[in-house]
């Protein structure tokens, strides 16, 4: 599991992040809701080693982010999709899907390459695998940001706002291609402002508010009038989203 144990992170005097305690078990999907700057973002960028913390304790599988030995084997297995695409835009998009697997896994080339080649055909971009990111649409270049997660593998997924900077249709592509991994058994955690996708393919809705974890609950309780409806800050979140 990723546990996440008394976790505080702080830049300077403003704490970003105040004592959040959260796991995610194996195959489990959790969501991650709350308004923009509430440390949503900071939150992943903890668990995957892109931040340092000051208190508390992140482990996946046992082994812990803060010590760098153990960080790598962490990487190895545990993948991010960012909210910016980070292609390498001197590659191709087989290349930038095969680069980790062979040169972190030590997987044998064409091997590489077969699994790149299903994952780019699992997300109807077959026809791309030549192409450079530069000549893909922002939702095709996310959808390559997928399958270079998913070439490593993973037992969990980090998600960070994966659609925030798409149009209405690509978002629609990319949410497509999500809802199809929740069938899986890779855990993922994911950080969105997209309500109705998050309460479809959730098993649990975390909701942070200025830095502080206020509910963790499973997704049908959490929005029922009994759960997480019943704290105000959840439920004013809730009527800005929908008024959207």
Do not use: W
């Amino acid at each position: 599991m990723i546990k996440v144990s008394n976790l505080t992170k702080r830049f300077g005097d403003n704490v970003i992040l105040n004592n959040i305690n959260l796991t995610v078990e194996q195959g489990e999907i959790v969501s991650i809701l709350g308004a923009s700057g509430s440390g949503k973002s900071t939150f992943l960028k903890c668990i995957n080693g892109l931040e340092n913390f000051e208190d508390g304790k992140i482990s996946v599988d046992g082994l812990s982010v803060s010590k760098k030995d153990e960080l790598r084997q962490i990487r190895t297995f545990c993948s991010t999709v960012f909210q910016r695409f980070n292609l390498y835009p001197h590659l191709t998009v087989l290349e930038n899907i095969t680069l980790a697997p062979i040169e972190v896994l030590k997987e044998p080339i064409n091997s590489a390459r077969d699994h790149a080649l299903l994952l780019l055909e699992r997300v109807g971009l077959t026809e791309f695998s030549g192409r450079f990111p530069a000549t893909l649409s922002g939702g095709q270049q996310q959808r390559v940001g997928i399958c270079r997660a998913l070439a490593m593998r993973p037992r969990y997924l980090l998600l960070d706002e994966v659609t925030s900077s798409l149009d209405p249709e690509m978002t629609g592509e990319v949410l497509d291609v999500l809802a199809d991994l929740a069938s899986g058994e890779t855990a993922m955690l994911l950080v969105t402002h997209e309500i109705g996708f998050a309460r479809k393919i959730s098993s649990r809705i975390a909701f942070i508010h200025q830095g502080i974890l206020v509910v963790d609950l499973p997704t049908k309780q959490f929005f029922s009038a009994a759960g997480g409806l019943s704290d105000g800050r959840v439920a004013a979140f809730l009527s800005k989203m929908e008024l959207r």
